[in-house]
């Protein structure tokens, strides 16, 4: 079993910054796909940005020039830079991780909330 610790969301005015981190507990870091995802109050869940094995990264459109998804395999986490935010990007984020190849399924972390307004 496999957990995932979010941390670093709040409330920030538009036009600034927050970093999200999460912490996981898999010794298979190293080889498995990462990422993050936002549910907004009345929406489905989305993709926002995530990190493949090789280190090639996918993005949502309206993430892209400013969310940038890290990792630090050394230290099993992976993380998420968030500029220019805007009240759009208001969300509960979540930390999710699987591990191509072992039948496991997906992880999902706890979520952390993201509130963008003046």
């Known amino acids: 079993q496999v957990q995932l610790v979010e941390s670093g969301g709040g409330l920030v005015q538009p036009g600034g910054s927050l970093r999200l981190s999460c912490a996981a507990s898999?010794?298979?870091?190293?080889?498995?796909?990462v990422g993050w995802y936002r549910q907004a109050p009345g929406k489905q869940r989305e993709l926002v940005a995530q990190?493949?094995?090789?280190?090639?990264?996918k993005y949502v459109d309206s993430a892209k020039g400013r969310f940038t998804i890290s990792r630090e395999n050394a230290n099993r986490t992976v993380s998420l830079q968030m500029n220019s935010l805007k009240p759009e990007d208001t969300a509960l984020y979540y930390c999710?991780?699987?591990?191509?190849?072992?039948?496991?399924?997906?992880?999902w972390g706890q979520g952390t909330q993201v509130t963008v307004s003046s």
């Open positions: 999710n991780l699987f591990i191509p190849g072992s039948g496991q399924g997906s992880y």
């Open positions: 898999t010794r298979v870091f190293s080889i498995s796909v």
């Open positions: 990190m493949f094995i090789g280190g090639a990264t």
